[in-house]
């Protein structure tokens, strides 16, 4: 081969690779863990990079409004992200996990029994005014018939991570938080709440403005669409788009 053609060549192999990138992505902070499941399968298939920042919803959205260069953001919600697609600023919104609720008592091996019994003295949930998991802890407890005996025990969380923090602290004997926060703790401390006793907790997925010109950005998102990504998610305590009860005719 003489040296012209090896180079007519290697400039071919070199022009149609795919080149490695970097994604900077905003998670919620329920979904922490899954991200570091997540993450690196994306990138030992992608050869792609991802440098993940967690917080919570609200938080991470003022921040990509103050222009944070972020290139996806996945949310506990699906608000913000509607939001950000209405004013232009985010595109491809679509559901990446459903969100399920728990009750975790760090001590108690009977939860749900403590908590119709009313032997407790706080109960922590994460804002109801601000995070959807909150909001879902309210419906529960009112469908259950027991607001009215706990409103004053309530603790409230910034997130639903603080609320989980308070439980963990001893601050509050019993917690709803998101069931994936307390996968890998006593099963026998953990009521999964039943999905029928709250809306689902959709949590959306967006690809951000900085993220349109960024290959990395983009397979992240079709990654987190495919069956391997869908099936890792719910391994994390979550449910996909058509694998939750209320999505079943």
């Known amino acids: 081969m003489s040296l012209r053609l090896f180079l007519a060549v290697v400039m071919l192999a070199?022009?149609?690779a795919p080149l490695a990138g970097e994604a900077r992505v905003a998670v919620a902070a329920n979904f922490t863990l899954a991200m570091r499941a997540l993450a690196p399968r994306f990138e030992q298939a992608s050869g792609h990079r991802l440098v993940v920042s967690t917080g919570s919803t609200g938080k991470l959205y003022a921040q990509i409004l103050?222009?944070?260069?972020y290139d996806v953001f996945l949310a506990a919600d699906r608000e913000r992200p509607r939001l950000l697609e209405k004013a232009?600023?985010?595109s491809g919104r679509f559901t990446y996990a459903i969100g399920r609720l728990a009750l975790w008592a760090r001590q108690s091996e009977d939860p749900q029994a403590q908590l119709r019994s009313g032997s407790f003295r706080r109960l922590a949930i994460a804002?109801?005014?601000?995070a959807p998991y909150g909001k879902a802890a309210i419906q529960v407890l009112r469908r259950l018939g027991l607001y009215p005996a706990v409103a004053k025990r309530l603790v409230i969380g910034e997130n639903v991570g603080q609320a989980r923090q308070f439980v963990s602290?001893?601050?509050?004997e019993l917690g709803l938080v998101a069931l994936a926060q307390v996968l890998d703790t006593t099963p026998d401390h953990v009521w999964p709440i039943p999905p029928m006793l709250h809306d689902p907790v959709r949590q959306d997925a967006v690809l951000l403005a900085r993220g349109r010109r960024h290959p990395a950005a983009v397979a992240f998102l079709e990654f987190l669409r495919s069956e391997a990504a869908?099936?890792?998610i719910r391994q994390q305590g979550y449910a996909t788009a058509g694998n939750h009860p209320r999505d079943r005719p």
Do not use: M, Q, Y
Request: aromatic share 4%; hydrophobic share 30%.
């Open 14 to 16: 070199w022009a149609t």
């Open 66 to 69: 103050h222009g944070a260069p």
């Open 88 to 90: 232009g600023r985010a």
């Open 127 to 130: 804002n109801p005014k601000t």
């Open 169 to 172: 602290t001893g601050n509050a």
């Open 230 to 232: 869908r099936r890792i």
